[in-house]
């Protein structure tokens, strides 16, 4: 990988090699006088983070790359010791010298230079993952021989993922150092820059959560002129968006296989034929006990790595993948493939995307989080909630056990996804707790407003109150009322003062709601009642916003 960036080529777009290496100095000269040697990097241009990745390993450190900027993802860096570099808050930041330099790229050595990346956490915490230069410059060397040729020598790498994770690190800057390839050091968040690319050969770095949102009005003929490949990684390719693709941009995209733990493991033509994975060049698989292992210089050891993943021999060196083999859970005794039921209702003409989730509590319950299809939408729109969740429980009757049917469901817009383009099943099963129930407003005025709310059991206010009872906390009521109020009427500012509150009697799981809402400059009258009568009322009075 360092010999490829003494080549005399542009690194990024007007960008000459002498400039970056010039960075990489200045980095270098940053992280060389200090104590710890192991640093926190992120920085939102990739060319800057690629100088600063060099120059860290020039200097002897280990960059530490996290997923996000979030107060607790910092703080568990901070509590491991690590400083912070470049974006992070109080990063180190080099010298802005851009002095030119004839040095060229030291020889790094492969085993001694690493990096700290981390899992992206669908399950849970984010793990930290070890990786050698040896094992990202074998992963680089196998890109280039397959994906290279079909490639155009001045083609820009462009990527709507982020760097701060395996796949964009890989295909956004380490295998276009490595290649002499130019690369663009802004990440693209929106599908309108995509059309404003410029005249040169273009490669696309993606996710699936960016290519199943492509729309059709927009007028993709400048792309599609210019796009040598498109890539996708991070989890699977709908199939209606790999045929959108297809279509749109008139070329299949080609979907990447792996992990952070294992690096890239296989690849085939995201053209909606689902056809079997082919292992990338170094890449050894098997099959054992129905589980995929492979075996490759992406990984720390020659030894066989077991993945959780179930997979089947295709035959002719390739292999097709069958789902998950621990998304297994027990219900009475029973164990449960949630895959299975999740494969059954992936293929109803009703949905274009689902998740099938185990929600935790006293006892288990399956819940389905889904996209409804057009024609899933019709139904939807036309007879409601009930009418499509029926269909689809006979749709699923028969093909799995019936007290695997699922009992709680979420149809969404779109699909929810983290910064890599992911989603996380934690987002997924947050959707089945929501603090407040979704209002359905009969009226809403200057002053006035009133909405229904259907207080379900799944509400996260009815969990660990009472524990011998599920009954919605008062004070639940009152933060109902202020939420409510604010949507209706627009006000800020925060609680002076309670006046005139009265808790008729108790709420109860799958109580529908009426609250009635009174605004006043500064006051917020408020009243839930049901069939079974009056449950609340009060006054809140607020001050100014500060």
């Known amino acids: 990988m360092a010999d490829a960036v003494d080549t005399d080529v542009l690194v990024s777009p007007g960008i ?8 990489v100095a200045a980095w270098r000269d940053a992280f060389s006088t200090l104590a710890s040697r192991d640093i926190a990097l992120a920085c939102d241009d990739a060319l800057e983070f690629s100088a600063a990745l060099f120059g860290g390993w020039q200097a002897g450190v280990t960059p530490w790359l996290p997923g996000d900027a979030l107060p607790a993802t910092l703080g568990q860096l901070h509590e491991r010791g690590l400083l912070f570099a470049g974006d992070l808050p109080d990063g180190i930041r080099a010298s802005e010298s851009i002095a030119s330099t004839d040095s060229g790229m030291p020889a ?11 899992t992206s956490g669908s399950t849970g915490e984010p793990a930290a993952i070890r990786k050698s230069l040896r094992q990202l410059d074998a992963e680089v060397d196998a890109l280039e021989s397959v994906f290279g040729p079909l490639l155009d020598a001045d083609a820009v790498v462009h990527a709507t993922v982020s760097h701060q994770h395996i796949y964009g690190l890989l295909f956004r800057i380490l295998w276009p150092l490595s290649s002499g390839r130019t690369f663009a050091p802004a990440r693209i968040a929106y599908n309108e820059q995509l059309t404003t690319l410029g005249a040169s050969p273009i490669v696309l770095v993606a996710s699936p959560a960016h290519l199943k949102r492509l729309p059709d009005t927009q007028d993709w003929q400048p792309l599609a002129s210019n796009l040598r490949a498109v890539f996708s990684s991070g989890g699977p390719l709908p199939l209606d968006a790999a045929l959108t693709v297809q279509r749109l941009w008139r070329q299949a995209a080609i979907e990447v296989f ?5 690096g890239g493991i296989a690849w085939r033509r995201g053209d909606g034929s689902r056809a079997p994975w082919q292992p990338l060049p170094g890449v050894e698989w098997r099959v054992q006990d129905g589980l995929l292992d492979v075996r490759s210089p992406h990984l720390p050891s020659n030894e066989w790595w077991s993945t959780s993943d179930r997979a089947h021999d295709a035959g002719d060196g390739r292999f097709e993948l069958l789902g998950r083999a621990d998304r297994i859970v027990k219900l009475e005794e029973r164990r449960i493939s949630l895959d299975a039921i999740q494969t059954r209702l992936q293929g109803s003409d009703l949905l274009d995307e689902v998740r099938v989730l185990a929600l935790p509590g006293h006892r288990i319950l399956l819940a389905v989080a889904a996209v409804p299809s057009e024609n899933g939408q019709s139904l939807l729109d036309a007879e409601g909630r009930p009418a499509l969740v029926e269909r689809l429980r006979a749709w699923l009757a028969g093909h799995c056990d019936p007290i695997a049917l699922p009992r709680r469901w979420r149809f969404l817009d779109a699909w929810p996804a983290d910064a890599r383009g992911k989603t996380r099943e934690r987002d997924l099963a947050a959707l089945f707790r929501p603090l407040m129930p979704t209002p359905d407003w009969q009226l809403r005025e200057d002053d006035k407003a009133t909405a229904s709310l259907l207080a379900t059991a799944e509400l996260a206010a009815f969990e660990g109150h009472f524990p011998q009872v599920s009954v919605l906390p008062g004070v639940v009521l009152v933060d109902w009322a202020v939420r409510l109020g604010r949507e209706a009427f627009g006000f800020v500012g925060e609680i002076q003062c309670m006046e005139a509150l009265k808790f008729q009697q108790l709420v109860r799981p799958d109580t529908l709601l009426t609250a009635e809402l009174d605004w006043r400059p500064g006051q917020l009258g408020f009243r839930f009642t049901s069939a ?5 009322s ?9």
């Open 16 to 23: 000459e090699r002498s400039h970056w290496l010039a960075r």
């Open 108 to 118: 790094l050595d492969a085993d001694s230079c690493k990096l700290v990346l981390f």
């Open 258 to 262: 792996g992990s952070t733990e294992t």
């Open 532 to 536: 079974r009568g009056a449950h609340a």
């Open 538 to 546: 009060g006054r809140l009075r607020f001050g100014d916003a500060p």
